[in-house]
């Protein structure tokens, strides 16, 4: 079992790629399936992250203050402001440049830690940031959706406040007192989660692809590419700040990878919950949990041949 979990964590990126293209294909596959079921999905994923998280993770925050203050610096101002600029480069409509904007201003994705140790970066650092960046959320990324966007749609910030805690903090809460208060079972289900995490995250953007597949076959081809853009550049940018300042390359791998992946499963939810006069808003955040596990592996590969070279 544990074989098989480890090979569906390893080829996550394919996985979601291929229910991606059956959704796109034969939406009805997931139609049935109602887009309000994202949030507790997501919630899902976040009490696996928060099994995995232990006091340890939080001293390494506190041990290291400036690197993950750099990081998350990078993390809330390189992505948001190359998702309202690429929105303004490549005129997107206005539902779209909304979703690009919300994929910007979400934290970092978990599946950013399982690439930074692909990429023999620092694994502590890029762990450290996701639970910074994802404690910060509940501001920072309202209040910068507001900044990016309030100008073309209205942004209920305080009700995104409070999303971000029921649908992140509070699962995460709950899995850390799990982890607490029942070591013996959370450690048996350890090796299970990534396999599990990838599952869920594949169905989520099942069912987004699902319900707005004749939109994206209409105009899907320009969020592809702005989103493409978007990763890369998050990647390139990150890698770029951390030889900027002269870390480390460890480092400046995971705050490659830390600034370029982004949890876009909670653009989604958000778009649902908040934005649904803009169904097209959905789009960029499963394009974007697509795209960025294939980059994400390619670029742990790349990380890694160019240091065995």
Not at 31 to 41: A, R, Y
Not at 111 to 119: F, H, M, P, Q
Request: hydrophobic share 55%; with cysteine.
């Amino acid at each position: 079992m544990k074989k098989v979990c480890d090979f569906i964590a390893r080829w996550m990126g394919l996985m979601v790629l291929l229910v991606a293209a059956f959704s796109l294909i034969v939406p009805e596959s997931f139609i049935w399936i109602e887009t309000k079921s994202i949030n507790p999905m997501l919630g899902v994923i976040m009490f696996g992250m928060g099994l995995t998280l232990s006091a340890k993770d939080f001293r390494i925050v506190l041990s290291r203050p400036k690197d993950i203050l750099i990081g998350c610096l990078a993390q809330f101002t390189v992505m948001p402001l190359l998702a309202f600029g690429l929105s303004w480069a490549f005129s997107l409509p206005k539902e779209l440049a909304l979703g690009v904007i919300l994929v910007g201003c979400c934290p970092g994705g978990t599946a950013s830690n399982v690439i930074t140790y692909l990429a023999k970066g620092d694994l502590a650092l890029s762990v450290g940031m996701t639970a910074t960046s994802t404690l910060l959320a509940p501001i920072l990324t309202p209040l910068l959706v507001w900044l990016m966007a309030g100008t073309m749609v209205h942004v209920d910030t305080l009700g995104m406040l409070l999303s971000i805690v029921y649908v992140v903090i509070a699962p995460i809460i709950c899995g850390l007192f799990c982890q607490n208060y029942l070591p013996k079972l959370t450690k048996s289900v350890m090796p299970y989660l990534p396999a599990f995490s990838s599952i869920v995250i594949a169905f989520v953007v099942g069912i987004v692809v699902g319900h707005n597949a004749d939109r994206l076959l209409l105009g899907g081809m320009v969020v592809v590419v702005v989103v493409i853009a978007h990763n890369l550049l998050g990647l390139l940018f990150g890698l770029l700040i951390g030889r900027a300042l002269h870390l480390a390359k460890p480092k400046c791998v995971a705050l490659s990878i830390e600034v370029g992946m982004q949890n876009s499963g909670l653009a989604s939810s958000l778009a649902v919950m908040h934005f649904a006069a803009y169904p097209l808003a959905t789009i960029p955040g499963a394009v974007f949990s697509v795209w960025h596990n294939i980059s994400g592996a390619l670029a742990a590969k790349l990380y890694t041949a160019h240091e065995n070279g």
